[in-house]
């Protein structure tokens, strides 16, 4: 099963809205990440926060962490159009020696004009 | 461009054939992750290598198996193929360290007819 489940499935804003996306995950984690990915096309890494971090920005993007209620989410603030695509939520979490990099289901985010 | 090269970018072939992904890493990283991404299963997390050894396991089927090569390049090989393993395959890499971000291919797509 997932690490991660994200809520929305889809969300659709016009352009200009801010977007927030939901992240819970089920086990003690190394740190959360959040990667976009643009249909059809390889995930891109937007923002990484650790697990002892409670709110992280870059640029547009703001993402914070509860890993108390085992939780993420991330604002994407003033959206634009190009901003469409899916956004998933990834833990990183230590398994047998290795680490895990485990994706949640993912939000479809529709920016319209 | 992230750096992590993966072909070939389509594939089709019959069921119960045999095919190769392979996938160079970004210069310098030294873990190589897997994953099939299938509409109805989302982004699943395969296997991961570090510098040569396996460290994590997640959903592999045993028709699959993979392995890094002491060039640091990654292959995945399918066997038995069915039309169920029709999907995406990325791979993704990562440096040495924790809370350090993965860098994905653009995947290749294995179309099983």
């Known amino acids: 099963s997932q690490q991660g489940e994200e809520d929305p499935q889809a969300l659709s804003i016009q352009e200009g809205e801010n977007a927030t996306m939901n992240c819970s995950y089920k086990?003690?984690?190394?740190?959360l990440q959040w990667y976009r990915q643009n249909s059809g096309r390889g995930l891109v890494h937007l923002i990484l926060?650790?697990?002892?971090?409670r709110e992280k920005h870059s640029g547009r993007l703001r993402v914070t962490l509860d890993t108390s209620k085992k939780s993420s989410s991330l604002l994407i603030t003033a959206s634009r159009a190009a901003d469409t695509a899916s956004y998933f939520c990834?833990?990183?979490?230590?398994?047998?020696?290795?680490?895990?990099?485990?994706f949640g289901t993912g939000t479809q985010l529709k920016v319209e004009l | 461009d992230s750096g992590v090269t993966q072909t070939p970018k389509h594939l089709i072939t019959a069921t119960g054939q045999r095919v190769t992904l392979r996938c160079s890493p970004r210069s310098g990283d030294l873990s190589v992750y897997w994953y099939q991404q299938s509409l109805d299963q989302g982004l699943q997390f395969l296997i991961q290598y570090y510098n040569g050894e396996e460290r994590a396991k997640g959903n592999i089927l045993e028709r699959f198996s993979a392995q890094q090569f002491p060039d640091l390049h990654s292959e995945l090989n399918l066997s038995s193929l069915e039309l169920g393993d029709s999907a995406l395959y990325f791979c993704?890499?990562?440096?040495?360290?924790?809370?350090?971000?993965?860098?994905f291919g653009q995947g290749t797509r294995l179309t099983v007819v």
């Open positions: 926060i650790r697990s002892n971090e």
């Open positions: 086990t003690s984690i190394n740190n």
């Open positions: 990834a833990t990183d979490w230590f398994t047998g020696g290795g680490n895990k990099l485990t």
């Open positions: 993704a890499s990562s440096s040495r360290g924790l809370n350090t971000e993965a860098f």
